[in-house]
């Protein structure tokens, strides 16, 4: 059974940097695109960043653009999610996420990710 691990959350203060791990176990993703949500108390899940399954295309919510990076070793079976410059509003669980199949197009909706790990909280202090 396919399973999605993320680890690396904490508590940091403005300004700091966390790198996020996601393992994938029971099944490889290799050909899949992966992705990265977000969800704060009380607020809908919203996409993060996502790349695909060659790492060579990556997208990016605006309010990460140029602060966050996205990353993936198809050996390891392992996304990472660089964060740079976090801000208060970065505060939320962190999740990645898989699509049931491999897929060229790099999709922006978590209604199109059947595989979801439980989450890493992060949490930014002013």
């Known amino acids: 059974q396919a399973q999605l691990v993320e680890s690396g959350g904490g508590l940091v203060q403005a300004g700091g940097s966390l790198r996020l791990s996601c393992a994938a176990s029971?099944?490889?993703?290799?050909?899949?695109?992966m992705a990265w949500f977000r969800q704060a108390p009380g607020k809908e899940r919203e996409f993060v960043a996502a790349?695909?399954?060659?790492?060579?295309?990556?997208s990016y919510a605006d309010s990460v653009k140029g602060r966050f990076t996205i990353s993936r070793d198809n050996a390891k079976n392992t996304i990472y999610l660089q964060m740079n410059s976090l801000k208060p509003e970065d505060t939320a669980v962190y999740l990645c996420?898989?699509?049931?199949?491999?897929?060229?197009?790099?999709?922006?909706?978590?209604?199109?990710?059947?595989?979801w790990g439980q989450g890493t909280q992060v949490t930014v202090s002013s």
């Open positions: 029971g099944r490889t993703f290799r050909y899949h695109v």
């Open positions: 790349i695909s399954w060659s790492g060579g295309s990556t």
């Open positions: 996420a898989a699509p049931s199949r491999s897929r060229t197009v790099i999709e922006r909706s978590k209604d199109d990710y059947a595989y």
